[in-house]
């Protein structure tokens, strides 16, 4: 008897233990996080971190002179590329610095904040829909070890990347101390969304929902500070003070660092991580803190097919992704320009443009609509891992359960993501074109940069199959392809000054530079012919698979 009560003692002590200790266990599921994001981790740090000190160290190249700087400035201090990059300080003395600050700290600020939404919902609300979180609190695994955890792997992730800005910037040749102030920033405002994140994950029950909601926070961020940008310029408006990245290019770097505007994004971080630990504790273990609305008895026609289920699914990721990118390409079209007159000014500088001197505007345009495109990829991969998460958490099988095929299933996921992405980009070509349009006063760069948004859809389609290929036979590697969008960014916008053999990888590379280069249907038909050959694959190779895999 006494043996049987020592053994009953035994068994029940870890559940004691983990009531007893809130944070019993974090440490395991630190370890076991990292050990998930092996791949995806260094991914996030060489891709950001890494493609910023790349890209502030080809300035120097690109801008050798005191007059090309200054005929930069000129540009930046135009109200479009103030919306696009930032409130442009140190402009009166354009220095290498004060370009990287001005035109590249935002944009990194942003993919910090996107990485941080997309880390924190996945160790977060992922684990709990897909049922994991709760088999191990079963376990010596406290209440809040979960939430620990995976903010832990947040701020790690933040600090590498802030380690990368701090260590690398000054070894292509900027200054200590302003190099550290933007990697101080930068780390800010990824904690920062991290934080808000967190908070989502508690309120909503689903994980696309929390990632969802997240983005939009990251755009609605972005769009905040270019709105009080523009009203106010370098003093900044009181919506540029309402935004994370606002608070973070306001500390100045490289013109007179400023640390304390540092100090909201910290408060953020507290009332955000203090908010989400509360709300841990007023909600049950894979339950959100605001319950789903209940459903009709029987579902619509328009829920009653895979497609349309898998549009209604997708909505947040969808309405976040499409109206940050359009938005994107408003102060872009507006651009064209400002453009013209900074190639006046230093006409060296149209070499850096596809078409030269002679198409400095449209080369612009080709320029920035690569880039945009690739962040229309973005938004695939996004919806990819969006059927990942369906896969994991079961759901995906109890549909394949009933007479639904894996083609069917994967076919339906597919045809949304490239519907939408068509469309993302589409909408990308008429809104530049308007904007361009108007500002130009000519009336043909609407249809041109519509025709030149059409030109970049086998290449963009192409990347979408590569994204559903990689899916569906390696859904673990997955992360890889956020390294290879990074890498698709950088060839976009400075393969003039590389050489050219670094950009082979690269469908936009394939791609003429409309419109500043004439149409080539040659390329486009070989680019729509690996794009079929990478969806046929995906479909192929999922149906090859267990799933979950």
Request: proline fraction near 5%.
């Amino acid at each position: 008897m006494t043996t049987q009560v020592e053994r009953t003692q035994q068994v029940t002590r870890p559940a004691d233990a983990s009531t007893t200790d809130p944070l019993a266990g974090t440490w395991t599921l630190t370890r076991l996080a990292l050990r998930v994001d092996r791949i995806r981790l260094p991914a996030w740090v060489i891709g950001v971190g890494g493609s910023t000190v790349l890209l502030a160290s080809s300035y120097r190249t690109l801008y050798p002179t005191v007059e090309s700087r200054q005929a930069r400035a000129a540009l930046i201090e135009s109200p479009a590329a103030t919306a696009l990059a930032g409130p442009g300080y140190g402009l009166s003395d354009y220095t290498l610095g004060a370009m990287v600050a001005n035109e590249i700290a935002g944009i990194t600020m942003a993919a910090v904040a996107i990485m941080s939404v997309l880390l924190v919902t996945l160790h977060l609300r992922t684990e709990e829909e897909t049922g994991r979180a709760e088999m191990l609190r079963a376990g010596v695994v406290g209440r809040f070890a979960p939430i620990t955890s995976g903010l832990a792997v947040v701020l790690l992730a933040n600090l590498l990347i802030g380690l990368v800005l701090g260590l690398g910037l000054p070894a292509v040749g900027l200054p200590a101390l302003g190099s550290w102030n933007i990697a101080a920033s930068v780390f800010m405002v990824g904690l920062a969304f991290g934080a808000t994140s967190a908070l989502f994950s508690q309120v909503t029950e689903h994980a696309r929902t929390a990632s969802g909601l997240g983005l939009v926070a990251v755009a609605v961020a972005y769009l905040l500070r270019a709105v009080g940008d523009v009203r106010a310029k370098e003093s900044g408006s009181i919506w540029s003070w309402l935004s994370p990245i606002g608070w973070g290019q306001a500390t100045r770097a490289y013109v007179d660092e400023r640390w304390w505007p540092l100090l909201l994004g910290l408060a953020a971080v507290v009332i955000g991580v203090a908010l989400a630990y509360l709300l841990v504790g007023r909600r049950d273990v894979g339950a959100g803190l605001v319950a789903p609305r209940g459903g009709r008895p029987r579902a619509s026609r328009a829920l009653a097919g895979i497609t349309t289920l898998t549009l209604r699914m997708q909505r947040n990721q969808i309405a976040a992704w499409g109206l940050g990118v359009v938005v994107w390409a408003v102060p872009i079209g507006a651009l064209g320009e400002q453009v013209a007159e900074f190639v006046d000014q230093d006409p060296r500088l149209a070499e850096l443009l596809p078409g030269g001197e002679g198409n400095a505007t449209q080369g612009a345009f080709a320029l920035y609509l690569v880039i945009l495109m690739v962040m229309a990829c973005m938004y695939a991969l996004t919806a990819v891992q969006s059927a990942r998460n369906e896969e994991t958490a079961g759901r995906a099988e109890d549909v394949l359960s009933r007479p639904v095929s894996r083609w069917r299933w994967l076919g339906a996921q597919l045809v949304v993501i490239t519907i939408v992405t068509v469309l993302i980009v589409l909408a990308t070509g008429i809104v530049m074109g308007i904007t361009a349009a108007v500002t130009l006063d000519d009336g043909t760069m609407f249809g041109r940069l519509v025709g030149a948004a059409a030109n970049g859809l086998p290449a963009t389609l192409s990347v979408v199959g590569l994204t559903a290929a990689v899916y569906a036979w390696f859904p673990r590697l997955l992360a890889v392809v956020w390294a290879y969008l990074g890498y698709m960014l950088v060839i976009g916008m400075f393969l003039e000054v590389l050489p050219d053999w670094t950009g082979w990888a690269s469908p936009f590379h394939l791609t003429p530079n409309m419109p500043a280069d004439e149409f080539n249907a040659a390329p486009l038909i070989v680019l729509v012919v690996v794009a079929v050959a990478f969806y046929a694959l995906a479909l192929v190779g999922f149906r090859r698979r267990d799933v979950p895999s």
